[in-house]
């Protein structure tokens, strides 16, 4: 029959999979038929297949980029035989070879141009044959493992689907493969001593003195999950209706226990969602390490805030959520992801709503003393999901839900759109009320099941199910980044009635729930709609004595504390002060202040410092902020601290993401015996492409004016002819900090009393495909004015060491000319690692800094340059050595080799000229982890 006929009986797809694992080699050798049915009107010449497989295959593929852009250089790094990779050997149509080529920009994408056109209502049938090479699972925890597992999803090819576009793209590591159903049979050989697991129906099993057969089939499938494990770890627990194969950590409960959790948990989903449409549900310890319930995965082990049961209940519930939506819910993962998030995340907190009403957020943390003091100790699990989301969103960096997933941040990815899209879903069910939303999702998911739909499909259900106007839903809070903040902006009261105005802070039409209260009895509650700018309205009185806004707090609100007004009187508005031992979640009905004892060792004159901080930061951003650091130092015997207040706004669908302005201050030894004041009124203007938040292209405007006041040093009087000075600077910096490549540059202007200066300062560095990274930077400065004391090189450019005259660096012993603490690197000015003759620049200075690798962490460096001081000729400047890149950036050792010293590994003191840069500061190191998640 050719592919061209007329379909009579057959109108599901099938694919037929034959497969030979050969674990030593890691390779899968596969024959392969695909059956593929147009159901569109168009007629198609060329298809397209998904090639998975073959995402790993270089280190430019799209999944490879997406590794590095999460700053994670595992993939980079790996040995050629390490990555995974598809050969295709042939594609034949009716046993003739036909033309395929993979797509340039998606290698893991195949293009087929058909013998013959295919017709609408008709099906092709092609046969492939090609060899899978299995990655490590390092990667992706798909692949092999190091104890030889072998766990795979999307491991063999698959037809596009065509739906009048062709609906491909390229693996990301977001497990959101966009496939039609088929019916899938699968004969598997592999060697003995491997246990099989597969959500597929297990047909056959057959075995002989070296390896083992297995078949497997199933009906309107889309998952490809295959787990080849040496021991059995995946167990089953089976009911009327289905069986649950699961390899989630049990949390080593009884069998019992597990059964009736199960139990328990399937008839939930049953409930809500309907029966199964398959015999078995594969529930993964892979799933779960790559969708974790969030908070608890980040605990030690050793803490258990939850009972254990609870542990395994949210796990198994969530995968299992996640795994029934994914295989009958066909919405495209990449496009309409939020849709299976949202609903996944509702039912998450319907299921902790319903079972455990009464869990708190830190769980028995909660009735701990010192701890139950705290708001947060107050709030329910479920209030976790707004928290977290607020996290995002009080720092500008949240994003639109209808936003393609490989678009978003991995936090907003991973957490914070999945949680915005469920807390969506209860914000809409509390507006429209009598369950609408429940049971619109619950049918939704019934109607839909194993049927390709979309989101749109959603919203039309759901508008025809209420006659209250839902636009807003879909138009602001779904499709737009836009916040949510109201205020009760005056009221006027009678006996009878209250007269409310109430003020939308933002431009969106979201409604807000008004309710009235006495004591925290609820007298009413009513839903002010189209809130333009401002909205009186009038409501009766009913002996309520308080009027709050969002009161349940369902609405996803960015700032609650403006949010309720007493009837009692003016004075009883004013928030009273609380003050709290260490920082805690927001408490809207408080002034908070928290304090924070200090430990800290800032540098070797005031050692160790111990001391209290006082400041009004929470959990969450505020815009806000301020802070008092009174320190006493131990080894100075002074009292020493800091200060600062600043405000920022942040401005969204512009580059332009933030303003900051404020003031600081500090006092602090800078030499044995003798202090630095430090005062800095700053405003800072900070940008980032709006277009692409993933992008790590930042840019930023900074101005201040340092004023420093020093106590003068009468032993040294070159350094401190002027000891109070006022500087003001202006600084713009340009960066894009990629793993594979990185560059900064950035253009510093100062002025002072007697100088004013100008600087540049460029940074690139290259990891290339061999693992060699390659490290350049240059700097170039200039004095405009300098009527300094020519004796003085105190505000002169500095070949290896600035005397940072500003205070910005972190100096363990700024003061020092000899012994460990004078030989701290900082990556500043000159750049140089030698201590020349000539160390100081007072008219102009350029240099550049080169290295490289000469194996794994270590690597060789150059510096070159030129220095030129007033009335005398430039000097060329050099040093070479050794660089162990240990951190970059934060921890590294520098080994002088040669330089215009000459050969300085055999002077005598070498020890003394061995360099080193070290950071202890917590914010720089979380900056490590800020990287891989914003």
Known sequence: MSFTCCLHSFSQNKIDIKAAFDVDNRNIKISQNITYFNTSQDTLKTIYLNNWSNSYATKKTPLAKRIADEYINDFHLAKSDERGYSVVTSITQNNTAIAYCELEKHPDIIKVDLQEPLLPNTFYNISLNYIVRIPDAKFTKYGITNTGDINLRYWYITPAIYNGNWQFYSNKNLDDLYVPTANISMEIEYPKGYFVASELNTDNHTQNHTNQTITLSGKNRVNSKLFLTKNKIFNTVQNDNIALVSSINDEKLEVIEKVLITEKILSFIETNLGKYPHEKLLLTHVDYDKNPIYGLNFLPKFLKPYPKNFQYELKLLKISLLNYLENTLLVNPRKDHWLIDGIMVYYLMKYVDEQYPNMKFLGSFANIWGVRSFHAADMQYNDKYNLVFMLMARTNRDQKLTMAKDSLLKFNTNIANKYKAGIGLK????????????????????????????????????KSKTTKNIDWFFTDYINTRKKIDFKIKKISKTEDSVTITIKNKRNNSMPISLYALKDDSIVSKTWVQNIQFNKTLTIPRNNANKLVLNYNEVIPEINIRDNWKSLKGFFFNNKPLQFRLLKDIEDPHYNQVFFMPVVEFNNIYDGLTLGVRAYNKTVLRKLFNYKIEPRYALKSKSLTGSASISNTHYLENTNLYAINYGISGGYASYAEDLFVRRVTPSLSFLFRDDSDFRSNKRASLVFRYVDIHRDKDVNNILTSDEPNYSIFNARYINSNDNLINFNKWYADFQIGKKFSK??????????????????????????????????????????????????????????????????????????????????????????????TTLWKYILAYGDIGFIKNKHKSEHFMYDSGIRLNLV???????????????????????????????????QVLLGLFRRRWF
Do not use: C, H
């Open 427 to 462: 914000y809409l069910d509390d507006f429209v009320n009598n369950n609408i939303v429940e049971n619109t999702l619950s049918e939704f998911v019934k109607t839909n099941k194993l049927q390709q739909t979309n989101a749109l499909a959603f919203k039309n259900l759901i």
């Open 758 to 851: 100008l600087s540049f300062n460029y940074e690139y560095r290259k990891l290339f495909e061999s693992n060699r990274q390659l490290n350049i930077r240059f700097f170039g400065g200039m004095f405009l004015e300098n009527n300094n004391d020519p004796s003085s090189n105190f505000f002169s450019f500095a070949l290896d060491r600035p005397t940072d005259y500003l205070f910005d660096y972190n100096y363990l012993g700024r003061s020092e000319d000899t012994g460990i603490f004078s030989q701290q690197y900082i990556t500043a000015e000159g750049g140089f690692k030698s201590k020349l003759e000539i160390p100081y620049a007072n008219q102009w200075i350029s240099t550049m800094n080169v290295s």
């Open 888 to 922: 970059t950036d934060y921890f590294e050792i520098y080994f002088p080799v040669y330089s215009n010293l000459g050969w300085e590994i055999g002077q005598p003191n070498y020890d003394q000229k061995i360099r080193f840069k070290f950071t202890v500061d917590p």
